[in-house]
């Protein structure tokens, strides 16, 4: 696709995309985060642990929380930065 306008509409269109199913993924992450936190029965009873050094879940299950939110973060930098490149008039 030729610079212009269309190029960065799809730029847009593509940022706009990656941080909506980004976002769907820290959903899923933070649910996967809670049960390892709270339980299967989401009362903090019988917590999930490893089996031989009884380290709770939740603490691997944060990172991947963690991880998928920062990923978040950059990804609605670029589509900030997208949108404004898009509002800018041709130079």
Known sequence: VPPGYLKRFLV????????GVCLLFVW????????GFT?????????????????????GYLSVFLGLSFMAYYFLRDLLQSTGRLLRRAT
């Open 39 to 59: 339980g299967p029965l989401g009362t903090g009873i019988a917590i999930p642990k490893s089996t031989i050094w009884r380290i709770s879940f939740w603490v």
């Open 12 to 19: 847009f269109l593509k940022d706009l995309i990656t941080l």
């Open 28 to 35: 899923y992450g933070y649910e996967f985060f809670m049960f």
